[in-house]
């Protein structure tokens, strides 16, 4: 089913205890279109770089499902360049350099070749553009999923409450959650956030897993416990991709479905931070990602004791 | 099967965003004691208090379970007092007042009659107060379980690696997983600290929920997302009396079935945190137990993609 994803397509400079690298491809985007393509191919990309973005970059995208049609060139632009080095135990992260470039003035432009886009991933931007997307759509579709960050919180709190009531699904970390709510415990922030329009609503607690709630219902998928996360960067994306790529491959978006797709989100998160940016979902294995998830399953089964007496 | 637990019985005074108490019933062995037996009775308890030590509430441990034969009251000295206060969003506490009194010279005298022991349960005291408990049991236990705290790894790190290694499992929370390993990444800490001697070892993260960790193997049981958490005080070691209490009742100590029992633990911490001090494990139900532990288990539940496809 057709796939929309709008976000950022950028470079990254990640400095982790575990070495830096120069600018490399990055941005939400990117992430969230590599996950996805895993599930579901072609992932329609609406994004702007600059002329600085090399053009094996796109092709890199390419390959990896990406339909490049609504990427937008911009001659004489630079592209958007965040640069950020994390702390030891790799929880928190420090900013050095954000470039906003050509995406300050972003015009999401919809190719005519999206409008029967059915599932919709707004990737994090700022959200008055993740919300003319919606509204350049001709149809609306049977799904939207929204990603947003502490940011727009801070700067732009209306704008951003005027486009997550538009929204089906939000996905935010615990931090975002408490912000945005004004509520320290996760249940009652998940009340007042859905009530602000979402159906559904995704709180990402990073090494401590993911809840999903929608209505009276929460399911919960933990995080695998690894033995090192290499660079985190990216992860939250990954996530988002894996989960609505699941969901547009499989055309299922009933809450016993959008666990699994969780469940697959998380399998493709565990992927992304073993390596330095996209570099381990570049090359990924229908077989690993099945065995991944496997081990997310294998992690909380339980066979019950009277299922045991009754064998 | 024969159940001993020590360690402290005492009083306490909590103040938490939600109110606060005069000096209450406490302790390791208190919240343990209570929480095991429901599972199983009586549960032998190796204490000290002193004389101001209410009747009325070594009657209650008597009326929930308790065998208090191997509780000491000392004349003309003070119970063990503790006061804290947590932060607004529980997740940090200032200790106010800790007065030792009758745990500063606290010798553990085992019963005769509590030599049949065949678990036994070592709740957070001194080290070489929780070995000497071990020594004296004239045949070793088919289960020792420990609980312990960053307090013994500060100011007797030599004797608390010495008690460690004598023990089966080793319940501790992350903090104090990584403190004692110098390890952040806690599949690292796992390795290292079951190196020490523990065969298994839990590491319970609170609102995050619990590790359970065996060689090789590892088991994830969440923490039940709750509207409000009144009072986390006992929730450890209402967790680690529900874990043993539920291994005793059922004489099972294989994998699969501490992971039922790290499910039954959590569970039972999941009501401790509902009222302040002892308060919600006074009265529950095996009903409204088992209903909260289906409730852990709907959770985590996936019914896998292939499942639905051949139904």
């Known amino acids: 089913m057709s796939l929309v994803v709008i976000g950022s397509v950028a470079f990254d400079a990640l400095e982790t205890p575990f070495g830096k ?11 969230i279109s590599l996950s ?6 072609p992932v329609k990309l609406v994004a702007v770089v600059g002329d600085d973005f090399p053009q094996s970059d796109i092709l890199l995208l390419e390959e990896h499902g990406a339909d490049t049609e609504g990427l937008q060139i911009k001659q004489g632009e630079k592209s958007f360049f965040w640069s950020g ?3 030891n135990d790799l929880n928190s992260r420090e900013t050095l350099v954000t470039e906003l470039n050509v995406l300050a003035d972003f015009d999401p432009i919809i190719p005519d070749s999206y409008q029967d886009c059915k599932y919709l991933m707004l990737g994090n931007l700022a959200p008055q553009v993740q919300r003319l997307v919606i509204q350049r759509l001709v149809n609306r579709p049977k799904l939207i999923v929204m990603d947003t960050m502490n940011f727009w919180m801070d700067v732009a709190l209306d704008e951003l409450k005027t486009t997550i ?5 939000l996905s935010i970390n615990d931090e975002e959650a408490r912000q945005l709510s004004g509520q320290h415990s996760l249940v009652k922030a998940a009340k ?16 401590h897993g993911a809840l999903l709630f929608c209505k009276n219902k929460v399911f919960f998928a933990p995080a695998l416990p690894l033995e090192e996360v290499f660079d985190p960067t990216g992860a939250g994306d990954t996530f988002a ?7 547009a491959a499989t055309d299922d978006i009933s809450f016993e479905n959008m666990k699994r ?9 565990s992927f992304c931070v ?38």
């Open 21 to 31: 690298t120069d600018k490399i491809i990055g941005g939400a985007a990117t992430y």
């Open 36 to 41: 996805a393509s895993y599930s579901v191919k």
């Open 85 to 87: 080095k994390y702390s």
């Open 165 to 169: 009531e538009m929204v089906d699904v």
């Open 192 to 207: 007042i956030i859905m009530a602000m329009g979402p159906k559904t609503l995704i709180i990402k607690k990073g090494e």
């Open 241 to 247: 991709g894996g989960f609505i790529g699941y969901l």
């Open 261 to 269: 797709a969780v469940v697959h989100g998380s399998a493709m998160a």
């Open 274 to 311: 073993e390596k330095f940016g996209t570099e381990r979902l570049l090359n990924l294995t229908q077989e690993e990602i099945e065995a991944r998830e496997q081990q997310f399953a294998d992690l909380v089964a339980v066979v019950p004791a009277t299922a045991v007496q009754n064998a």
